[in-house]
């Protein structure tokens, strides 16, 4: 495998019982890409996402993440990607610099690491007077931007962001973007799933799933060239139209 | 190790930040076993009771003298027809009527046979029952004594001694029913509650997907619980000896160790739960139905498991709490050794190995 590609994808597929949700995708995302991964609800992105971060084993095809394989090498990858779910997933009981402590800690950083880059990191947030402060007092835009810092604070590879959006407002959501893409300057590669198809555009490639099955991927502006379509919008409402699936 | 000991930090931070969870770990222990020691007793003391003496004599004089000098009785007044026995009934104060038919002493020296009558308030059968067993109690004393001094030829005397518990104490019986339902309600509800939670705020997503491995995450979970419930088994026993006077006769140390099994048993039963559980609601429901009900009903400690219908014994089989009341009494009142309590210990390890296995089996369902 050639070291420039973080994610390899080949006819990757997880049956449940009868029901197909991801049905034989293969696709790859490069060192230091921002991958859009789209889709209705129900297409099967999350299952997807599940197999490619170690939380779920494939039904079969074959899938490398961060250079290890998905079967037999689960633990080195799970060292090698970040995650940060819908939810943020930070603890509201305990201060700014406990959780930071504590997801470094289950990655187990040293403690010279983790004073040293948490002070980093809190100056670059603008949070180090809050840093002795309940998570639960901040903002839910902090909250993310925290969360974000959290899940790449081990220095992944690659960090998985499923719809890290949700319920921000739009002039935080593009502080957020910034995030991203200074996380990709910096070499780790991102993998996002969001519903906002503006966020699409900020993409450098996109995937849209449809029915458990990818049915385009390509840059923005190549996809909206193909779909002759004006916008994003457009391009993921002209393929979703033929999903024959139930959103859950 | 590193990992693992930023978890328990973490997790310590959450239960000592939040009033509630800190209340129910350690002052509700304490609560507990205050009240069930104190409140909670089958002791009758003084009750108020009535006497209709018809007779008057030296007989029911010496009666009466003696029941209102026992700790059970005190005479509320006397009364002198059969309307007033219910009339302080329905007042409420009186709970018993004693009652001397007339020529009591007459009949007693020259038929050999006198009767006095009793009269409950069975509104309340227990009470009723206790009261009519202590008054007969104390009748059948003066009688003993008056067939003393007349030497009939043949009697039986029964004299009774209750072993390990002469006093008859509700203490004995209530500890070590608190001392399962306290490491229950610790281990197997907030264990469960408080991985729950993680699964709901979706943390324990975030942390499937770090380096640290399932099994490891459950444990981390469960050693504060673990290390609660030691401090709650020292702080009940430390209760038990000093304030309510239940001795450990037993070994200190087997005792210990039987309660960290139990513990065990339930760390592993509330994993089970958190591992079908999807909300904090469900997994208190489980715990509180499937757990504590049959806890307090089936472990022998409210109700004897000898009474109950055949069914009934056959489920109280599978109840934990059974075999760790029945060690618990026979090493800390009967002051029995491990040889006496091998079989319930095995059983609990048992059903710690049968629990723990089904938990990682389910945990590993969730996974693949």
Known sequence: MSNDKVIIADKLTKRFGDFTAVDAISFEVNKGEIFGFL???????????RMLSGLSMPTSGKAIVAGFD???ENEQIKRNIGYMSQKFSLYEDLTVKENIRFYAGIYGKSNQFIKEKTERVLRQLHLSA?????????PLGWKQKLAFSVAIFHEPQLVFLDEPTGGVDPVTRREFWHMIYEAAASGITVFVTTHYMDEAEYCNRVSIMVDGRID???T?????KTFSASSMDEVFLKLARKATRAAD | MKQFLSFVKKEFHHIFRDLRTMFILLAM???QIIIFGFALTNEVKNSRIVVWDQSKDAATTSLINQIEASNYFELDREIYSANEIETSFKKGKVKLAVIFPPHFNEDLLHFNKAQVQLIADASDPNVANTLTNYASAIIMDYQDRITNERKLPYTITTEMRMLYNPELKGAYNFVPGVMAMVLLLVCTMMTAITIVREKEMGTMEVMLVSPMKPFRIVLAKAVPYLMLSAVNITSILLLSVYVLDVPINGSLVLLVAESLLFTLVSLSLGLLISSRAESQQTAMFISLVALFLPTVMLSGFMFPIENMPLPLRTVSNIVPAKWYYSIVRSVMIKGVGLHAVWKETLILAGMFVFFLGLAIKNFKIRLA
């Open chain 1, 39 to 49: 889709g209705a609800n129900g297409a099967g992105k999350t299952t997807a996402m």
């Open chain 1, 216 to 218: 385009a991927l390509d």
């Open chain 1, 70 to 72: 998905i079967y037999r």
């Open chain 2, 29 to 31: 222990p304490v609560a």
């Open chain 1, 220 to 224: 923005p502006q190549q996809l909206k």
């Open chain 1, 130 to 138: 809050e840093a002795d402060k309940l998570v639960k007092s901040l």
